[in-house]
T-cell receptor
Framework: QKEVEQDPGPLSVPEGAIVSLNCTYS??????FMWYRQYSRKGPELLMY????GNKEDGRFTAQVDKSSKYISLFIRDSQPSDSATYLC????????????FGQGTRLTINP | GAGVSQSPSNKVTEKGKDVELRCDPI?????LYWYRQSLGQGLEFLIY????????KSGLPSDRFSAERTGGSVSTLTIQRTQQEDSAVYLC??????????????FGPGTRLLVL
């Protein structure tokens, strides 16, 4: 079983819809939770970054972390065609190597 | 300023050949990371550098893989005697420093390696 599980999709929604992306994890040592967005043939770019449990909002994006359930989510409101990309969750422990453990990525398409 | 750059963008090689992949981190970033992104596998950590030293090589899949970093800047990932299962996108990332807290990692565009 992988440390981080993420449904690879693909997920296709109409423009303007609310999108919910999720990851589950098994390592209770994870303290830092990130969402990266990756456009085709590009490197991942950091979208949201959360420490420990709670919510964080940035414009149309909201990240939620529930450490008791080992479950994180990313919500995209008023989705736009430009949001079409692969979304990767990533996590790391508070100490030790700063390597990120990634989910498989969810491929999202927003249809105009 | 310039972001992380990687070269070559694409590499096609024959099974059994050696390949070298290069990464130029963001200027001033002391930490550098290599990841591999395979179809259906997501991103897998390979190795990271703090300065020129590599405290964690745990992700290197076999002894055919090695990496070095010189001058605290450029890094090279070398794959010897390439196999078809080495085909993947190799991503490099850098961050400002290394410490107790998670620093943002900035990724390059990757090198797409195809082993025939």
């Amino acid at each position: 079983q992988k440390e981080v599980e993420q449904d690879p999709g693909p997920l296709s929604v109409p423009e303007g819809a609310i999108v919910s992306l999720n990851c589950t994890y098994s390592n209770s040592a994870f303290q830092y939770f990130m969402w990266y967005r990756q456009y085709s043939r590009k490197g991942p770019e950091l979208l949201m970054y959360t420490y420990s449990s709670g919510n964080k909002e940035d414009g149309r994006f909201t990240a939620q972390v529930d450490k008791s359930s080992k479950y994180i989510s990313l919500f995209i409101r008023d989705s736009q065609p430009s949001d079409s990309a692969t979304y990767l969750c990533a996590m790391s422990a508070i100490q030790g190597a700063q390597k990120l453990v990634f989910g498989q990525g969810t491929r999202l398409t927003i249809n105009p | 300023g310039a972001g992380v750059s990687q070269s070559p963008s694409n590499k096609v090689t024959e099974k059994g050949k050696d390949v070298e992949l290069r990464c130029d981190p963001i200027s001033g970033h002391t930490a550098l990371y290599w990841y591999r992104q395979s179809l259906g596998q997501g991103l897998e950590f390979l190795i990271y550098f703090q300065g020129n030293s590599a405290p964690d090589k745990s992700g290197l899949p076999s002894d055919r893989f090695s990496a070095e970093r010189t001058g605290g800047s450029v890094s090279t990932l070398t794959i010897q005697r390439t196999q078809q299962e080495d085909s993947a996108v190799y991503l490099c990332a850098s961050s400002l420093t290394f410490g107790l807290f998670q620093e943002t990692q900035y990724f390059g565009p990757g090198t797409r390696l195809l082993v025939l």
